[in-house]
């Protein structure tokens, strides 16, 4: 009986579990990759600079960026 119960946890382990995706964004010396991407409710969006100059992640429209002002790092991203 404990093997059944265990197998049927292991079944609908996923269904039970409301999981979110880590998605990451790499800053490159050709810009952004991917250049879009689509986030849910609940993601974490993670930023990795791979090139030698600071990076600074910022909502759409430069200088502005007024589309989502509380999407800005403030500063560059080592």
């Known amino acids: 009986m404990q093997k059944i119960i265990f197998a049927l946890l292991l079944f609908l ?7 979110h995706d880590e998605l990451i964004i790499r800053m490159t010396a050709n810009g952004f ?5 689509t986030v849910t409710k609940g993601d974490e ?3 990795i600079n791979n090139d030698d100059t600071n990076r600074w992640p ?10 989502y002002p509380e999407f800005d790092s403030m500063e560059g991203v080592k």
Request: aromatic share 8%; net charge negative.
């Open 58 to 67: 910022a909502s759409n429209f430069h200088p502005s960026h007024t589309l």
């Open 45 to 47: 969006v993670l930023f």
């Open 13 to 19: 382990a996923p269904l039970l579990v409301s999981a």
């Open 33 to 37: 990759e991917p250049k879009e991407l």
